[in-house]
């Protein structure tokens, strides 16, 4: 029943309305009599009813006066903003009293409001990428490219600007453990000092260091020192996933170990065999590169745009921006590599290729020889 207070004029009971009753006879008939074409939503607007009429002008659905109604109006309110309430206070949690003092002497670069800009580096896989961090009141709060350093020219990558958050990591170490229990400083410099003072005599026998992949000059310095100091101590680099191959491969090319430098800014064509420059983190200043790499698609000189060629195992981002890609197992990418070769005329014969392995060695071979 509708509610007798209501002042909704608009508000009609369920029991006022009855159901239209449809007449074969008379929609055939009106159909029949129409001219031109006709629309409708459903058979009963078809039949042009008069208590269809009556809903389409219903403003408000059924029982909307509880809506209206002052009691249950408030009582809604007062549950919502309860519910609301409990819900806040349970998400709350009582944070620990802390002492919050003036300076006594404030530093002389800090102004309240100004950022303060610190030129660092971060090292990935053995490697320092240079960064600039922007810090308020000391505390770190932005990390961006060092614009004036040549590995990055102010470009950044996902690693950098993630490492923000490890600063404010609530479970990051904040002191020396032996055997699982925190030890100061001092006391890990006496301990050390004592066994190394003891190695002395029998020249650094059964004295290791292990480390990860290291290209610091300074730090490499300081081993060197130390190896002399102790000939006997050996040092040990060792990494999960490591880059040993390029280091075999140039050793076998150039007689000696080195991380090459790519000029992609120079490059018409660029083929990537398995190898994700644009964004891997085992590529030494990859930021750099993808900068080259992609001044190289801008045609604002009027320039030819560079193409990519790139077959690879897994998806990459280097292979997203592929011209043309190939997608081969891991134990397949030899043999295409050797193809290639071959093409150019640098390389003995591989084995059989697959019709599309055969089309991408072709094309590729062919852009490299236009293009030496």
């Known amino acids: 029943m509708s509610n007798k207070n209501d002042s909704s004029p608009n508000l009609i009971s369920p029991g006022e309305i009855k159901p239209a009753t449809l007449e074969l006879e008379a929609v055939r008939k009106k159909l029949a009599d129409a001219s031109g074409p006709k629309y409708w939503r459903t058979l009963e607007e078809l039949a042009d009813q008069k208590a269809f009429g009556e809903l389409l002008e219903r403003e408000f659905p059924r029982q909307a006066s509880e809506w209206v109604d002052p009691v249950s109006r408030r009582s809604f309110l007062k549950l919502a903003g309860a519910s609301m309430a409990l819900a806040g206070l349970a998400g709350c949690t009582k944070q620990p009293l802390e002492e919050i003092l003036p300076y006594v002497r404030q530093p002389e670069q800090l102004i309240p409001g100004r950022p303060v800009f ?22 770190p709060t932005k990390v961006d490219g060092n614009p004036q350093h040549q590995a990055s020219l102010g470009a950044t990558d996902l690693f950098a600007q993630a490492s923000i958050l490890d600063l404010y990591d609530p479970d990051r170490s904040t002191t020396l453990t032996h055997m699982g229990e925190s030890a100061p400083w001092g006391e890990f410099l006496r301990d050390v ?17 292990l480390t990860g992949a290291v290209t610091s000059p300074t730090f490499g310095m300081q081993m060197k020192a130390v190896q002399q100091l102790y000939p006997q101590a050996k040092w040990h680099r060792w990494d999960p996933v490591n880059r040993d191959n390029l280091r075999v491969g140039s050793k076998m090319a150039m007689g000696g170990y080195y991380d090459p430098i790519y000029k992609f800014e120079a490059a018409a064509v660029v083929v990537s065999l398995d190898a994700d420059f644009l964004s891997g983190s085992w590529f ?15 045609l604002d000189q009027g320039n030819e745009m560079n193409r990519l060629y790139v077959a690879e195992s897994v998806p990459t981002t280097t ?23 071959a093409r150019l005329g640098v390389g003995a014969a591989a084995g059989e290729l697959t019709e599309e392995q055969r089309k991408w060695v072709e094309a590729a071979a062919a852009d490299l020889s236009e293009h030496k």
């Open 284 to 298: 030494p200043g990859f930021v750099r590169y993808s900068r080259d790499f992609m001044h190289g698609r801008k």
């Open 118 to 139: 610190y030129a660092t580096a971060m090292p990935l896989n053995g490697h320092a990428i240079p960064l600039l961090v922007e810090t308020h009141e000391f505390r």
């Open 319 to 341: 292979g997203f921006k592929a011209d043309h890609r190939l997608g081969l197992r891991p134990s397949e990418v030899e043999n295409v590599a050797r193809a290639l070769a």
């Open 193 to 209: 000092g004592r066994r190394v003072t003891d190695l002395r005599a029998i020249q650094g026998a059964g004295l290791r260091f």
